[in-house]
């Protein structure tokens, strides 16, 4: 294996290993692109003290990593800012050393290199949530080439099983970890759960006052949306309250009927066709042109949530199945993750869940707080006063909240045992957690059934290369109120002018790069959910461009290595024949290539008897010397080498 190519397949595992732990190509490009610059320049020397210090450094930090991951796996001791914080300084430490390494032998790569591209890894392998399988592979493919490629006397068999079982074994143990730990996880956590807080979510999930606060900072993409026009996407309906923290209703699931192609409008046909999947819909809900298709790729699959717009009326998605509860939520089958689906809904209205309530749904909606403040009492007594119908009960709260307080993402602590009035009564800035549980307690206190909702904001701001870009940034909580004559209408007491000035940040480059993002995403899907006739064409047209540009490189290295190249000080060739001149140039070009140039100031017999062990292979190395040592005798023995000996051994260096 030549050194050149050994460092290429090198900076290929350092590229990999940052995307890994950057989890997006882009952040990964400025160490890949030091990385490959390794490939053709190397520092000349390197002091030992700085080796020293990168390996040191590296044990550092990866002891770092390692405990991180231990201690967060047991319990959340960081907050999300500070554990980014500190993931972001590891990684980018671990990508600096592993790309520093690359740059000079002098480094030790198994205490050194190696560690640090595993801590990258491990890193990326740490969020359960992220997709790092093909950054993973990237990097285990450019190892085994690593592995495969070393010099060796001789390809025994032992050699050749060792190559083939230890990276099936190294799959085989990697996918029991990956299913195991998880579901090991989840059953600890469960488990812990119903120790410290026996039937603590027995009525389902939950969500505490400031936990979507933790997000807004967060530029992850979780979800593309390419709609028409924004909306809100619902994912959870909470209706109970305990002054901190709400808590999920339970509500019956039904099973959506599916639905042929004949109760689509002909407007709708291409959304569906470009929708992978199957489509299901309520044969109360009659699908018109004048709806809303919106197709969601999501970045992140959660299972047993797909965030939608309110009214949906079609479903197409991938699943043999799929529900939708009393809330008016999407419910996939359990344990099921969805990359893609397409939601048809109403566009006008604000209507999230039409229809009737049964009374104790709507008794669950109107109850308070234990000990709720007597200040909501009488605020919701002079917002009521006068006001007969849910509705003008609703838009007077609305507009108060909004208005006498300020949306602010650095509200400040609360001390207080009820945050909520403390947030309307006293601070009067927060987030829009406060903001909708500030409105649902005022309007309960007027017998108007409210309930919390929490999902994504979809704004026009969020538009980025043809789609809505939607972020974890983007989390958002409103409310629903119940109007008898028309049923759970939905309702956002957040100040929108503020809201939209505090998360629209247009960047033209940034559109420009979602564009290629969710192209290939699109194309992604297309594969995945691509007939086989589709995918083998796919699959043939790319072996094809693989195969030719290998060909190129093959045909462009034999140019290479035929033409004769320029020999470093090397002695006056008038004395010999072009020949064996053209010789010694080859053997210079193959230590050039094993990353072992020859020097100005060296001579050729020096250079080969001084070369490591490991740089070349026992046959090229010995070839070498001879082809020396014939240029030698010629050219300052006068003893003539025969045109056989000068042709076998050029025959050596094709």
């Not at 140019?559 to 008038?574: D, L, M, Q």
């Not at 004395?575 to 010694?584: G, H, K, M, S």
């Amino acid at each position: 294996m030549t050194g050149r190519f050994e460092r290429a397949a090198l900076a290929v595992l350092v590229g990999a290993s940052a995307w890994a732990f950057a989890r997006s190509p882009l952040p990964a490009a400025p160490w890949l692109v030091l990385a490959l610059a390794s490939a053709v320049w190397q520092l000349p020397t390197v002091p030992a003290r700085v080796v020293r210090a990168a390996r040191l450094a590296v044990d550092v930090v990866v002891a770092v990593v390692v405990g991180l991951g231990w201690t967060l796996a047991a319990y959340p001791v960081l907050s999300t800012g500070t554990e980014a914080l500190v993931t972001a300084l590891c990684g980018h430490a671990l990508a600096l050393l592993a790309t520093l390494c690359l740059f000079s032998p002098a480094f030790p790569r198994p205490s050194t290199f190696y560690p640090a591209v595993a801590g990258l890894l491990a890193l990326g392998c740490y969020n359960p949530e992220a997709r790092v399988r093909v950054a993973v592979g990237i990097a285990g493919l450019a190892l085994f080439l690593l592995l495969a490629a070393t010099p060796v006397q001789r390809w025994s068999p032992k050699r050749i099983a060792a190559l083939t079982v230890y990276p099936v074994g190294g799959l085989v143990v990697a996918q029991a970890i990956v299913g195991v730990l998880p579901l090991a996880q989840s059953r600890f956590e469960e488990y812990a759960l119903g120790i410290m807080a026996p039937g603590g979510r027995a009525a389902g999930s939950s969500t505490r006052l400031g936990e979507l606060s933790e997000l807004k900072l967060s530029k992850r993409v979780v979800l593309r949306v390419f709609a028409s026009a924004p909306r809100k996407l619902r994912s959870q309906v909470f209706t109970t309250f305990d002054g901190r923290a709400w808590r999920a209703g339970v509500g019956d699931v039904t099973a959506l009927a599916p639905a042929s192609g004949e109760q689509l409008p002909a407007a709708l046909e291409a959304w569906a066709a470009a929708t992978p999947g199957s489509s299901f819909g309520s044969a109360s809900a009659e699908v018109t042109a004048s709806d809303l298709a919106t197709r969601i790729l999501q970045s992140l699959p959660t299972a047993g949530l797909l965030p939608a717009p309110a009214g949906v009326r079609l479903v197409r998605a991938p699943l043999p199945a799929i529900g939708v509860d009393t809330f008016g939520l999407l419910r996939p089958p359990a344990e099921t993750d969805v990359d893609v689906y397409g939601v048809v809904t109403r566009t006008a209205g604000d209507v999230a869940v039409a229809g009737p309530e049964t009374p104790a749904r709507l008794g669950a909606s109107l109850a308070l707080p234990p000990e709720t403040d007597p200040r909501f009492g009488e605020l919701a007594a002079r917002l009521g006063s006068g006001l007969t119908t849910p509705r003008q009960k609703l838009n007077r709260t609305l507009s108060y909240v909004s208005s006498a307080c300020r949306y602010s993402l650095e509200p400040g602590a609360f001390h207080g045992r009820q945050p909520v009035a403390e947030f309307l009564f006293e601070k009067r800035r927060g987030y829009c957690e406060y903001f909708a549980s500030a409105a649902a307690i005022l309007l309960r206190q007027q017998g108007v059934p409210a309930r919390y909702v929490t999902g994504f904001s979809v704004q026009e701001g969020n538009r980025e290369g043809g789609h809505y870009v939607v972020r974890e940034a983007d989390a958002h909580a409103w409310i629903e109120a119940y109007v008898a004559d028309a049923g759970w209408v939905e309702a956002d007491p957040t100040p929108s002018a503020e809201y939209e000035a505090l998360h629209d940040e247009p960047d033209p480059l940034a559109a420009g790069l979602e564009w290629l993002r969710a192209e290939w995403a699109l194309a992604w899907v297309s594969l995945r959910f691509a007939d086989w006739r589709r995918r083998l064409v796919l699959t043939a047209w790319t072996a094809a461009v693989a195969g030719a540009a290998w060909a190129l490189w093959r045909w462009r290295r034999r140019r290479r290595t035929r033409r004769p190249a320029r020999v470093a000080a090397a002695p006056s060739p008038g004395a010999v024949r072009p020949e064996l001149a053209e010789l010694l140039a080859r053997v210079d070009g193959v230590w050039v290539r094993a990353g072992h140039p020859r020097p100005v100031s060296r001579a050729p017999l020096e250079h080969a008897l001084s070369l490591p062990p490991d740089a070349l292979t026992a046959e090229l190395r010995q070839t070498g010397l001879r082809a020396v040592e014939c240029y030698y005798r010629e050219r300052f023995g006068g003893a003539r080498a025969s045109d056989e000996e000068i042709q076998e051994l050029s025959r050596q260096f094709k």
